[in-house]
């Protein structure tokens, strides 16, 4: 570091009301990492935020600086757009204030918070917005990039129930984006992911939910999985809004409710939540169970929150993941031997194909009215690499990729920006769909240098 390197620095600090890492500081290695072990990058300087204030201080520092800037929300993007080499990380995840206002139905959520910050304020009034299935996630990424959880059937897209965005943009002005206030910004941040500048508050619509919900997992094995998976495309094209089914084909982690020799072989699992009356619910369900003979089952009613946090143990930071997805408007009978041909050869033990139903209120809204705009999606698919070493990367990385090339022709257009890797950059075009025109007009009005790039990158023209 230069002498005057060093002095910006002490000014930079003298001035910030949040916390500055330098490599050298205790904490430095704990914020740099991600929840993707295989991004293993080093910011010359991290600056924890505490305001907004905090924010534009530091795009204005790494503007002075002709730094780049990269921001961590939750951390839990799998591209590792949170962390830079040699730049300025901005970390957000000190501001974690959520306001609910019970009577208006409606959250303000500060950028650093997690799902389950998010949930655990919202049902404390019986209400929550649809959000992902991980409660360590943040909620920031997953907005900006479209969101989708247990909810989405019922109430949309987590960019359905975006109300209003309060920003510092690239020149460090501070605005608020909303239907009303810079409606043309509004409409790009709500899909178009990190791109147009930084999110410090978001306001977010609420609906009644739970707090106690039917939800859980059945079983079946795997020598049933082609005939599971077909009962599964037809029941999840008739079934109520209110209803929420997912797959996942892996090998089965040591759940008590499975007879101890099932744990390790391959499995199906249908992840079931009734987002309505649970007794209701018990009546929708109750077909899944007619798929085949289940090896075991864990469904019952308990709070939406502990729901939320179900998979939470399979999905903890620090190992390596290596993701690769589709969407599809339907499950052919082609679609689903793929998978079953490729669930077949898991890599490694902790890898899993899942197929994350949407559709229902996702699909009807016009794909123009925002950024995100894959509307004729009514599954994500994604393909979750994972594993522990990094002599496992070559042979995990072919499996995914292999599968996701023989998937790909019956997958329909687009794809989830939160969900593409680092080396994925040459589907973003396709990935954001027929919005892609419109974004780069906006990031030539809004960020015309791409100050922020560590992104899904929209380039400037
Ligand atoms: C285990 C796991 C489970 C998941 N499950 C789901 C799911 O069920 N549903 C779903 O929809 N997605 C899911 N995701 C994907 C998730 O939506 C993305 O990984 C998302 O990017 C995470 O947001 P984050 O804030 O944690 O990420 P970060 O890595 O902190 O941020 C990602 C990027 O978002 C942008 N960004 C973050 N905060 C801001 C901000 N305040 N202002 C402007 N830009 C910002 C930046 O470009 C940043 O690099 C899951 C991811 C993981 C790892």
Redesign the pocket.
């Known amino acids: 570091m230069t002498k005057l390197q060093a002095a910006s620095i002490a000014e930079f600090k003298a001035h910030f009301g949040g916390d500055v890492l330098l490599p050298d500081s205790t904490d430095y290695d704990d914020v740099r990492q ?3 072990a295989m991004i293993d990058r080093r910011p010359a300087l991290i600056a924890r935020a505490g305001s907004p204030e905090d924010v534009v201080r530091a795009v204005k520092f790494a503007r002075k600086h002709e730094l780049i800037v ?9 591209a590792g ?2 962390v830079c080499d040699g730049g300025l990380m901005i970390d ?1 995840s000190l501001m974690k204030r959520v306001k609910v206002d019970p009577s208006a139905r409606r959250a303000e959520v500060e ?1 650093g918070c997690t799902l389950g910050d998010f949930d655990a304020a919202a049902q404390a009034h019986g209400l929550a917005t649809p959000l ?3 409660s360590t ?6 907005t ?6 247990w909810l989405s059937r019922k109430y949309g897209m ?1 960019v359905d129930n975006l109300l209003a965005v309060e920003m510092v943009m690239a020149d460090g002005s501070q605005l608020r984006a909303s239907a009303s206030e810079n409606e043309d910004l509004f409409w790009g941040v709500r899909g178009g ?2 791109n147009f ?4 508050n978001f306001e977010f619509k609420l609906h009644p939910v739970g707090p106690q919900v039917l939800c859980g997992l059945i079983v079946f094995p795997f020598d049933a999985a082609k005939s599971v998976l077909a009962q599964f495309a037809r029941f999840t094209e008739t079934m109520p809004d209110e209803l929420n089914v997912w797959m996942v084909t892996r090998k089965a982690p040591p759940l008590p409710f499975l007879p101890a020799d099932v744990h390790g072989k391959e499995i199906v699992a249908l992840a079931v939540c009734y987002a309505g009356e649970p007794a209701e619910g018990e009546t929708l369900i109750a077909p899944l169970r007619g798929f085949g003979k289940a090896l075991g089952e864990h469904i019952g009613v308990q709070p939406y929150v502990a729901w939320q946090q179900a998979f939470d143990p399979l ?1 903890t930071k620090g190992a390596r ?1 290596y993701w690769k997805s589709h969407n599809f408007a339907l499950l052919s009978d082609d679609a689903i031997d793929t998978v079953v041909e490729y669930a077949a050869k898991l890599p490694s033990p902790q890898c899993e194909i899942f197929i ?1 139903t949407i559709g229902g209120q996702t699909t009807r809204v016009a794909p123009g009215a925002m950024a995100y705009s894959c509307r004729d999606a009514k599954y994500v698919m994604n393909v979750h690499g994972r594993w522990e070493s990094a002599a496992e990367d070559q042979r995990g990385i072919a499996w995914a990729r292999e599968f996701f090339k023989k998937a790909e022709p019956y997958a329909s257009s687009g794809a ?1 920006i ?2 593409l890797t680092q080396d994925e950059t040459d589907r973003i075009a396709f990935a954001y769909g027929t919005a892609f025109t419109r974004l780069i007009d906006l990031k030539e009005k809004y960020d015309p240098t791409n100050f ?1 790039r ?2 899904q990158n929209i380039k400037p023209q």
Request: hydrophobic share 40%; proline share 2%; no cysteine.
């Open positions: 991600i929840w993707n990269s921001i961590r929300g939750g951390g839990h993007n799998i757009h949170a957000l950028p992902g299935i991980n996630t943040g909620v920031a990424g997953l900006l990039g479209g969101g989708f959880g987590t992911g990190g500048g930084i999110v410090t999905l993941n994350g989830y939160n969900f922020f560590m992104n």
